[in-house]
Structure formats: structure tokens, C-alpha cells
């Protein structure tokens, strides 16, 4: 059975950083592209940044500049350094596993990955 367990949210204040982490068991972490998606209230989840299994990353216009994805083959985990964090930056956080599409295309669709954590809240104050 594959768990996916976000970590690292909390409330911060605007222009400072957190860095989230993700671990997995019950697949081969380095076989797997790895994503960050975001939930603001009232918004429908959408994706941050993404990470292949050869390391190429995508970022969600929002954040590129200010949030960084990274992956450690060794340690099963994946992280998203997000630094110089916004109000609007404020939601539920998502891991997710296994992609299927086109990944250069497709990357920030909820339905092209098949597996998720639970979720983790980042709350950024003005």
C-alpha cells in the first residue's frame, strides 16, 4: 500500500520561508516524478511545481523565483523550499506520485496523478 505524508507547513509571515517535505513508502521513490499541488479556500487545486524522475521541474508562474523543488533518491523524500512567501501563497498543500500525461503539458492537472498525501496547511499573514 503506497503512503504519501506531507510535512513542514505552518503559519508564517509574509516574505519569510518554509520548506515543505513529502515521503513515501510502498513504491520506488526514483522511478516516480513527484509534484507539489496547492488548495486555496474556494479555489480548486492546482499545481505549484512538479520534479521528473531525471530532475526536470516545472513551477507554476506564481512561484517561480521564490519556491524551490528538489528530490533525495536516498531518503525518499521530496521537498518544496518556498521562500519569500505571499498571503496568497495560503492553502492546503498536496504531494502526488506517478504521473500520467503529457508532462510538459499536462504537469499542473490534478487528474494526470494517481497518487496523494492527505494534505498540509501553509498559512501566510500579511
Known amino acids: 500500500q503506497v503512503q504519501v505524508v506531507e510535512s513542514g507547513g505552518g503559519s508564517v509571515q509574509a516574505g519569510e520561508s518554509l520548506r515543505l517535505s513529502c515521503t513515501v513508502s510502498?513504491?520506488?521513490?526514483?522511478?516516480?516524478?513527484w509534484g507539489w499541488f496547492r488548495q486555496s479556500p474556494g479555489r480548486e487545486r492546482k499545481g505549484v511545481s512538479c520534479?521528473?524522475?531525471?530532475?526536470?521541474?516545472h513551477y507554476d508562474d506564481s512561484v517561480k523565483g521564490r519556491f524551490t523543488i528538489s528530490r533525495d533518491n536516498v531518503k525518499n523524500t521530496v521537498y518544496l523550499q518556498m521562500d519569500s512567501l505571499k498571503p496568497e501563497d495560503t492553502g492546503m498543500y498536496y504531494c502526488?506520485?506517478?504521473?500520467?500525461?503529457?508532462?510538459?503539458?499536462?504537469?499542473?492537472?490534478?487528474?494526470?496523478?494517481?497518487?496523494w498525501g492527505t494534505g498540509i496547511q501553509v498559512s501566510v499573514s500579511s
Open positions: 502526488a506520485a506517478d504521473f500520467n500525461g503529457l508532462w510538459h503539458a499536462e504537469w499542473d492537472r490534478r487528474g494526470n496523478w494517481k497518487e
Open positions: 510502498g513504491l520506488k521513490f526514483d522511478d516516480y516524478a
Open positions: 520534479i521528473s524522475w531525471l530532475e526536470k521541474v
